[in-house]
């Protein structure tokens, strides 16, 4: 079960917002069914890039041996 604030990673490209699997976002809202969540996605300044609606599928937890990477976007 996920929890508002955590940080969960695609498992999907989500194009339309230049996202791809393994970028990580915050989880800002859970529906009241549970199978669809609200992520938001920051630059590494702390600029909003994305605010997404997916659903609970397109995600995975943080595995606790993974380390971040840094990619450019458009």
Do not use: C, W
Request: glycine share 8%; net charge negative.
């Amino acid at each position: 079960m996920f929890v508002e604030f955590e940080e969960v990673v695609l498992v999907v490209d989500i194009p339309e917002y230049g996202l791809e699997a393994r970028d990580v976002g915050t989880i800002v809202d859970i529906d009241k069914t549970g199978q669809q969540i609200t992520l938001e996605f920051f630059a590494l300044n702390g600029r909003t890039l994305a605010v997404v609606p997916v659903p609970i599928r397109q995600v995975r937890v943080v595995g606790s041996n993974e380390i971040a990477h840094v990619r450019q976007i458009g």
